[in-house]
């Protein structure tokens, strides 16, 4: 049904602007009072998640017009949902789905960015996201780690596209397996046959791209016999737990971010952190870790008749609480030496780190600047690093402090969880 399944919720938007912030309840201060970095970059209102709403009942009323502003709005969005999670604090309506059936539309119209359709050309013929340098593999040399495509395996960890090729990410990957030999978890990786999650393609607007790359990973799960998979990209996470299920793609697979295994495997007394860890830190949720990595909910129901909103049954709504915001701050508090300060938009209102959406090859400019206002976040808390969850985040914000000559340090959970050890 696309985008005409949200025409309810389209026109229900009463253009109050609440999607553009966190909510006043929220908010210390103008600084970190944005929610939605496309409203805050481009200060109109088409740009913002209400106005996305107001673009699509438009064009479902009046037919659509694919003029160059219209994609400069459509393709200058991170897909990062905070606009729905704002929009959601007092409204009962969707607002990220509209959007993205809107992306989706325009790509099957053939309405496409040329630097998206570049990665995409890349993904078919790689399976990555990124430029395929070596083999993805390559990472696990001397590591002696299962083949899960040749063994059977409890858990399959899904290494993902950037931690697999980025030479300056792969140390990610490695760390992560030593973390889980040490733990003595029967794990395995698909090593040169993993393929890419398909969920940067979805974000983008690739629906058929990304059913592949979902149908190809579910295959490779069932052939490996895990019923666990664990991943250390917050995109990887959400297209496995959310997205697949979304489509009924998922089964029955057990879905876990590491910061939620590791969680488990501290918890229990599996892992220790013992070594000290003199650092003091901030934070930074991955909005498909954290508002997009909630449960997708199933829900089937139909109007009350002669009532335009009221549904029967009462349609349950995404509203962001539901992430994983406490395994990796618990996490961190069990590293010693280590001081946790919070930002301003935390959990459900993170700020974007600018990637989201394809924006990283869209607009590069713009992710910059994204990236740079969360870091001045991260810096006003007085920490020493920002620590997030998500290659993809940590790329973007050493890109942003390398051109701000900023001396904030940036990690990922599992590389001061190794340091721990
Ligand atoms: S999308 Fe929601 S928050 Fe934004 S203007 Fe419309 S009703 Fe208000
Ligand atoms: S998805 Fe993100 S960038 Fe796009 S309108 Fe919503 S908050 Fe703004």
């Known amino acids: 049904m696309g985008l005409e399944q949200y025409k309810g919720d389209m026109e229900m938007c009463c253009r109050c602007s609440a999607c553009k912030f966190i909510p006043m309840q929220k908010v210390n201060g103008s600084q970190f009072s944005y929610a939605c970095p496309s409203i805050s970059r481009y200060n109109f209102h088409s740009y913002s998640g209400g106005g ?3 673009i699509g009942a438009a064009m479902l ?7 160059d502003k219209l994609l400069h709005i459509v393709y200058n969005c991170q897909m990062d949902g905070a606009c729905g999670v704002s929009c959601n604090y007092a409204m009962d309506m969707e607002v990220l789905q509209p959007i993205q059936e809107f992306r989706i539309k325009c790509v099957q119209d053939g309405h496409t960015h040329p630097a998206l359709d570049k990665v995409i050309a890349g993904l078919r013929k790689t399976g990555a996201m990124v430029p395929a340098q070596g083999k993805r593999g390559d990472w696990a040399a001397g590591l002696d780690l299962k083949d899960a495509t040749k063994e059977k395996v409890d858990v399959l960890y899904h290494v993902g596209c950037l931690t697999s090729y980025d030479k300056d990410y792969q140390k990610l990957a490695r760390a992560t397996a030593k973390i889980l030999q040490k733990a003595g978890v029967d794990f395995g990786i698909a090593g040169n046959t993993e393929t890419c999650c398909g969920g940067r393609a979805y974000q983008m607007g690739y629906e058929a791209d990304f059913l592949n790359q979902a149908k190809k990973n579910m295959a490779m ?10 991943t250390g990209c917050a995109d990887g996470y959400q297209a496995f737990k959310v997205l697949y299920d979304k489509y009924d793609l998922k089964g029955s697979l057990k879905v876990l971010h590491i910061s939620e295994y590791i969680d488990k495997l501290i918890r229990d007394g599996t892992l220790k952190p013992r070594k000290k860890v003199n650092l003091s830190v901030t934070y930074h949720d991955p909005c498909r870790l954290g508002r997009l990595g909630e449960s997708w909910v199933h829900w089937t129901g139909k109007k009350v008749p002669g009532d335009k909103f009221v549904f029967d049954p009462p349609k349950e709504y995404r509203r962001g609480t539901k992430g994983v915001y406490e395994p990796p701050r618990d996490v961190l508090r069990s590293i010693p030496g280590v001081k946790l300060t919070e930002m301003t938009r935390i959990k459900e209102y993170s700020w974007c780190c600018g990637a989201g959406g394809g924006v990283n090859d869209s607009n590069p400019d713009f992710n910059l600047w994204t990236a740079k206002k969360r870091i001045e976040e991260a810096i006003s808390t007085g920490a020493e690093a920002i620590v997030t969850a998500c290659p993809w985040c940590e790329k973007n914000f050493n890109e942003a402090i390398k051109e701000s000559g900023s001396g904030l340090k940036v990690y990922d959970i599992v590389e001061l969880v190794e340091k721990a050890l």
């Open 52 to 54: 996305r709403v107001n």
């Open 61 to 67: 009323k009046n037919g659509f017009n694919y003029t």
């Open 221 to 230: 799960v069932k052939k490996s016999g895990a019923k666990t998979l664990v």
